[in-house]
């Protein structure tokens, strides 16, 4: 998956293939990502927090915004 490259590319995450069935991959934090995680917290405390927003207002959001990003995607 592209975001799980990125982020291995990044220095967050490793992946290897699992050695008991070659078709699933393993993605693991490095002591990086893991050191990031410490830092960021739980994203969904602090958007509702920072934000302002309701659950309900933040899901509304989300699904606006993909919206927007499938409409751009068919027009490429």
Excluded: F, M, Y
Excluded at 36 to 41: D, I, M, P, S, V
Aim: aromatic share 0%.
């Amino acid at each position: 998956t592209p975001l799980v490259k990125r982020l291995e590319q990044a220095g967050l995450v490793t992946r290897e293939r699992n050695p008991a069935d070659e078709r699933q991959v393993r993605a693991r934090l490095t002591a990086a990502g893991a050191a990031l995680q410490a830092r960021t917290g739980c994203l969904t405390e602090a958007l509702l927090e920072r934000s302002g927003l309701t659950v309900a207002e933040i899901i509304d959001l989300n699904a606006k915004v993909q919206r927007v990003r499938d409409a751009l995607v068919e027009r490429l």
